[in-house]
């Protein structure tokens, strides 16, 4: 692929990361921030750290990321997994944290701590998740990669798992992205390209309760970091460009002990009517811009409408075929943008099919987080 004037110089790199490192190992601390991207920041430890319980709480500058006013910005973070480092190598690891204020309550965008709750609450229905997220590579000026400029590709049909050029584009990156998160210990099932020419996919799972969320965010901060070495971007906007190109989507997969055993079926159908009564409150942590993508076009269901089938593409949630013959297994909620939170979606999921746990919110924290953005621009605003 051709080279961006953003790409990094890796190969210059290589001879300073074959440094020895005298015993000392670099942790990354990653954390999602108020748009959900993910930040990083590294510090050096001195020693091999056994558990995530040999980690140090650490904390970061929150007015600088939108998630604390500037008079009050330190933002702690917590070490929740860790993971090894596919770019440095030997002893050194990835941290994934979770974020908190020093009143000791969550950070308005740690979503994972409610939805922990959920799981750990709920966890003799042994849920288990997959989650297919697509994505969408771009060029240095936002344009889809490999597109005309100022113009469009063919007409989708040959891009899906296609191959050969012209059909698809970036599959180095795909093909890097894959092994490093194969590396880092990350439950990658597979990869494939989509329909779009210059979108892909991968999936995540299956992952029992909060381990899906931890991997599934790991995944995107590889994945980010791996087009960073390319000079590509990533974008999970559900409807990259308009008109009649497919949009993108984080399909959930979802399965409990009930689902899985002889008759699971009739517990399949009961999730479908849970479901059905809520689908309003799943629309509001199911993404950014979803309405712009489920247009009931594109293999999509309509945004304001729930539905369900078997083996129906253009349903809200699908049940696979094999499984409704079989009369056990899983489902696929077809309806989360590929920007969603992972943490959000699986705790909603396990809240309106096992109940509302007092204290417990998985909803957005839409009073908290304008708050920090009012604050955010007065303390901006200040000579």
Known sequence: MAESVYTSNTANLQKYLQLPQKGAVIAEYIWIDASGGTRSKCKTIKKVPESIKDLSEWN??????????????????????MYPDPFRLGDNILVMCETWMSDGKPNAYNFRHDAAVLMEKNKSHEF????????TLLDAYGWPYGWPKNGFPAPQGPYYCGNGTGKVFCRDIVEAHYKACLYAGLEISGTNAEVMPAQWEYQIGPCDGIDLGDHMWMSRF???????????????????IPGDWNGAGLH?????????????????????????????????????????????AHETASYDKFTWGIANRGA????????????????????????????????????????????????????DSENV????VVEVSKP
Not at 128 to 135: A, K, M, N, R, V
Not at 279 to 286: A, S
Request: proline share 4%; aromatic share 8%; hydrophobic share 35%.
């Open 128 to 135: 288990w998740f997959g989650l297919e997220q697509e994505y």
């Open 316 to 367: 809200s949630v699908r049940v696979n075929r094999a499984c409704a013959e079989e009369g056990k297994g899983y489902f696929e909620d077809r309806r989360p943008a590929s920007n969603a939170d992972p943490y959000q979606i699986t705790g909603m999921i396990v809240e309106t099919l096992c109940g509302k746990i007092d204290g417990v919110d998985v909803y957005a924290k839409t009073v």
């Open 222 to 240: 590889l994945l980010h970091r791996v087009a960073e070495e390319f000079g590509v971007k990533v974008t999970f906007a559900p409807k990259p």
């Open 60 to 81: 970061f500058d929150g007015s600088s990321t939108g998630q604390a006013p500037g008079d009050n910005s330190d933002v702690y973070l917590r070490p929740v997994a």
């Open 373 to 376: 953005q009012q604050e955010m």
């Open 252 to 296: 959930s997969n979802v399965s409990t002990k009930e689902m899985r055993a002889d008759g699971g079926m009739k517990h399949i159908e009961a999730a479908m009517e849970k479901l059905s009564k809520r689908h309003k409150e799943h629309m509001k942590v199911y993404g950014e811009g979803n309405e712009a993508r489920m247009t009931g």
